[in-house]
């Protein structure tokens, strides 16, 4: 059984394939178009469809379009009322509903071959729901998803059980924890459905002066749903254009707002637990990429295990939908293998682009201690191996290395990106090595999903990654899985005595993450890095001999 998954009708459009059961691909459009989260999420852009991402996942398995038994469309237009009726009053809606409505014609215009009553639609939040539950490791769990807006609600809160999904609530719109969030990302001076870790970011830096007030509109409700009013934030800190300078009065509000978020997901998570019991529960959405609030709920709720989409926004509902899809259809469906789920090369491959970009390139007998040696002389390497990510964090693929020992390597890694000073980058460190360094959050942590404490005597010996708050949002290394990254951290800590490794995205301020071996020869072009391991190889950065 062959379903192709297709996210598209708002932003990070995607695809995903499922054969016999089992994830074959899955990768956002952004990575091959190159434009951030694909498109933006606007009612004319809602016909455009992952088409380079969709022919790659067929052309990964050596299928055509006509091969499919099945495409599942993460979004059910049948579900869809009018503007009046959601409560948002957008007069695009139409338009979406339109646009969702033609999917099964344009999707076989897009892949010739393709028969367009192949196309089953999946309601929105059922998509996500199953992109967590039917992908996590645990079969029965609870499921919780909040987003901005599906097609009627923002909210799913259910179970599944040998592998069928039960919906115990729902909240309708306009009532929007995502849409709440995105408000207040527009506010701070970012850029809505794209920015909101920003928010997160900046909310470490202020106090909750506002929650009182807050708590008082913002509330969870006894059937498992919330109230989201709108709210003028003007009333708490003025509004920020793009590029403005904040100050402490936004940085109160941003962290008012996001502690009143993590109250009332707890809430909606113990209400979950009393009803179901499970030990585990599995979160996706959009707001589910909110590491912070995903620690409270691991720490301070009944569930023993939390499991996180690692696509938890839009774009895991391409993979979701496909799972949901192949379930109905009879398939036994295998969960998620990894985040590796994107394009890779052989190592001739590569090669092959070293030699067409006439560069000097050179294969050391282990590139893994060979980025280890420029890392201990402090030198910023990209890191390109294997499978790309799906999903928006970099895991040991498509990643920017630093060493984490020195605090003046924070701003030198957001200098390096082109990003606000204020952000945090993140670790990497061995499974078994992370619990006498880090606390509070699970771990194993293998998606960079929670933020853990760091502990007090490593506060100093590892402060480009030991965020204002004293938290870093780690990622923790399964030498089993990823054994040259485990092989990397292994030769740097002998060089330098710190199990720890700075791990950023492979990309530049406003550009999608490092794709294929051109755009990380781009990246390292025009980036300030030392090296680049692409395969078995590194390419050095060439310093200017030139007197002036």
């Not at 910023?380 to 790309?388: H, K, M, N, T």
């Not at 990380?520 to 072009?525: I, K, V, Y």
């Not at 030392?530 to 390419?539: E, R, S």
Request: a negative charge.
């Amino acid at each position: 059984m062959k379903v192709l998954g297709i996210n598209a009708i708002y932003h990070d459009p995607a695809a995903a394939l499922v054969v016999d059961g089992r994830i074959v691909a899955a990768a956002e459009e952004e990575r091959f178009s190159r434009r951030k989260h694909g498109k933006r999420p606007l009612p004319w852009s809602a016909w455009e469809l992952p088409e380079l991402s969709a022919a790659w996942c067929l052309a990964e398995a050596g299928l055509r379009p006509e091969d499919l038994d099945a495409v599942a469309y993460s979004f059910d237009p049948a579900l869809m009322g009018t503007p009046e009726e959601s409560g948002l009053n957008d007069p695009g809606d139409t338009m979406r509903k339109m646009y969702a409505e033609m999917a099964p014609e344009f999707l076989a215009h897009a892949l010739p071959g393709l028969d367009p009553a192949k196309v089953r639609f999946v309601k929105h939040h059922v998509a996500h729901a199953a992109s967590a539950g039917l992908g996590a490791p645990t079969a029965d769990n609870s499921v919780l998803v909040l987003d901005g807006r599906g097609e009627a609600h923002s909210h799913l809160a259910g179970r599944y059980t040998d592998g069928q999904l039960e919906i115990l609530a729902g909240q309708a719109l306009p009532h929007s924890i995502g849409l709440l969030y995105e408000d207040l990302t527009d506010h701070l001076g970012f850029l809505r459905s794209s920015d909101e870790f920003k928010v997160m970011a900046m909310a470490s830096y202020g106090k909750p002066r506002f929650l009182g007030e807050l708590s008082e509109l913002i509330v969870a409700t006894d059937d498992g749903g919330f109230r989201t009013p709108k709210i003028d934030f003007s009333e708490y800190a003025p509004r920020l254009g793009k590029g403005d300078d904040w100050t402490p009065d936004h940085a109160d509000l941003a962290a008012s707002v996001q502690q009143r978020v993590e109250e009332v997901l707890l809430d909606l998570a113990r209400w979950l637990h009393e009803r179901t019991g499970d030990r585990t529960l599995t979160l996706a959405g959009g707001v589910a990429l909110n590491c912070v609030a995903n620690t409270r709920i691991f720490a301070e709720t009944p569930f023993e295990q939390v499991w996180v989409q690692p696509a938890a926004g839009d774009s895991g509902t391409a993979l979701g939908s496909a799972l949901h899809v192949a379930r109905g259809l009879g398939e036994t469906t295998e969960p998620m293998p990894g985040a590796d789920l994107g394009r890779g090369w052989s190592d001739d491959e590569i090669q092959k682009w070293l030699d067409t970009a006439a560069i000097e390139y050179e294969r050391p007998r282990d590139v893994a201690d060979a980025v280890a040696e420029v890392l201990a002389n402090n030198g910023i390497v990209a890191w390109f191996q294997g499978r790309s990510e799906f999903g928006p964090r970099a895991l040991g693929h498509r990643s920017l290395l630093a060493h984490p020992g020195y605090e003046a390597n924070l701003e030198r890694m957001n200098d390096v990106k082109g990003r606000e000073q204020f952000r945090p980058v993140a670790p990497m460190v061995l499974a078994e090595r992370a619990a006498e360094i880090f606390s509070r959050g699970p771990i194993p942590s293998r998606y960079m999903l929670f933020v853990h404490d760091v502990a007090q005597d490593w506060k100093d010996r590892i402060p480009t990654v030991t965020h204002v708050d004293g938290t870093a949002r780690i990622q923790t290394v399964d030498r089993a899985e990823e054994p040259l990254v485990a092989r990397m951290l292994e030769c740097f800590e002998r060089r330098t005595g710190l199990p720890v490794v700075v791990n950023t995205s492979l990309n530049t301020a406003g550009r999608p993450m490092v794709d294929d071996p051109r755009d990380a020869l781009e990246c390292f072009g025009s980036a300030p890095v030392d090296l680049l391991a692409i395969g078995p190889f590194v390419v050095r950065r060439r310093r200017s001999t030139l007197a002036g």
